[in-house]
């Protein structure tokens, strides 16, 4: 564990300092600084820029390097980011905290947190497309297209959508993975499968590594739901609880706490047992999937 | 005039079904039908087209074919629908009307107009990275690249932030001009250069479409400005004399309707003057640089 730790540490800082550089932008004019500093307020909010290591790990046990993913590792981070942004605004669910701060309207007002999402959206394409020197073009542009898909409509948005329009409805266990494995899911198995073809990888190695991310997804939305019925806000950094309150359908409130978590544990055997296929050396990502359930927050 | 409408008219209807291609999804569930209803309530919304067309004219004139470039004359309208729809939000401009019709907040709620514009954009993305079989991977990514430059914080965005942070403010005419550049003209601009770069043209005659899209932009947004001023609403589609109502800075207000329409004409010069330095047939983009200026709504 204490190993897992110091890796994740250190990709942090990497992938930290990789968007540092995405949000750095001359001759800012007084307006362009305004939006630049709501960007940056949320994506140095302290996030755990998991999506970003899924995609590095994916890409090393690929064969590849690391760092030459780290503008697609950065794409993926900033769609995060706008995502929440925009499910946090008065209109969706109308969160005033978000990591243990202000969310982005609540700071910069509802406009600019509106065009904040939406600039970060709109660099994730920038970014992913611009600084890939080292990628063959037809790959670089597939991830593109795998960003998007993942990111639109039949992706994270449509998960979003699912989730606006089942508040107070009950979810069958099934709906409600349809749902996440939308709106959580499709961007971090995205993160792997971007990763594998840019390093190269195998179509085998790259359908594993898929597998591997359906599973890690829903494992990790599994404990986000049981840490929101149950966690520490002060860890989480923003009200535990709320899921109940709005009446939202979450495994923990759907399964109840003790089944939610023996899905949770199931999910991480499913995601382990995908990376038998693998002969890399996979032991970082096992790490990663034991890690995801036994996170505080 | 009369051959200008034709032309215009044949474009517009080949757009409008690439659009409809874009805009089919297989195997829709309830809620991806939600939101795909409110993606094609804006975007059929009986749009010019215009930058798909600038798009498609600027690709012509390089010697490349119009058909090529649709999947990036697609993604400019993607785009362009997708602001529409997050500036009309009760927290930008709060319009209620648009080319004459409800606007999508009013109708679909406020969230799934927010989530519409969010995937349109995305989906602008998925559109010209996925369909653009006859070009090459590097020119497809460049596009990628010079779209999202032009659409993002230091384009158009930026210059809706701009235009937020001025309203009730004196703008001078340099000021109005940098606005609008961003916010009008970035992706205008754009709209030519993807067109000139797809379809393989030289240097020099990308540097001209450019020259000649700012110039067109400038001469757009200034009849804009005109046509809010002593539009006919039934024309426009929507209430006209709203600039002024919200205090805001545009060319009509800061100069007055005679030294407007005076820039105007020159911007429109201007661009014909850029087209003098390409050899091909640019009888299509001069008719265009007249016809801006001329149109009524």
Do not use: W
């Not at 009950?170 to 792997?192: C, F, H, P, W, Y």
């Not at 939305?221 to 149950?230: E, F, G, H, P, R």
């Amino acid at each position: 564990m204490l190993k897992l730790e110091a890796y994740l540490e250190a990709r942090r800082e990497t992938v930290e300092q990789a968007l540092q550089r995405c949000l750095q932008f001359r001759d800012e004019t007084a307006s362009q600084q305004k939006i630049h500093d709501a960007m940056r307020y949320s994506v140095f909010a302290g996030g755990k820029r998991l999506r970003p290591i899924l995609c590095m790990a994916a890409a090393a046990v690929s064969g590849g390097c690391e760092t030459e993913v780290l503008p697609a590792a950065c794409a993926l981070e900033l769609v995060h980011t706008y995502s929440l942004i925009h499910d946090d605004l008065p209109c969706m669910d109308d969160d005033d905290f978000r990591r243990g701060r202000l969310t982005s309207h609540k700071v910069f007002g509802e406009d600019m947190a509106v065009l904040a999402g939406d600039a970060l959206l709109t660099l994730a394409f920038e970014v992913i497309s611009r600084d890939q020197k080292d990628q063959p073009a037809l790959a670089v542009l597939q991830a593109v297209r795998d960003l998007a898909q993942a990111s639109g409509s039949e992706g994270m948005i449509g998960g979003q959508v699912m989730d606006i329009l089942s508040e107070n409805h009950a979810l069958s266990q099934n709906e409600l993975q349809q749902m996440d494995n939308l709106k959580t899911g499709a961007l971090i198995r995205v993160s792997l499968k971007m990763g594998a073809l840019l390093a190269g990888a195998a179509p085998d190695v790259v359908k594993a590594l898929c597998r591997y991310g359906d599973a890690f997804g829903l494992a990790f939305q599994i404990t986000d739901d049981i840490l929101d019925a149950v966690g520490d806000s002060e860890k989480m950094g923003k009200m535990t609880g709320a899921d109940v309150k709005q009446g939202k359908a979450t495994y923990a409130t759907a399964l109840g706490l003790d089944r939610a978590g023996e899905l949770a544990k199931h999910a991480v055997e499913t995601a382990k047992a995908a990376l038998k296929d693998i002969h890399g050396d996979t032991a970082v990502l096992e790490a990663l999937a034991d890690y995801v359930i036994k996170r505080e927050s």
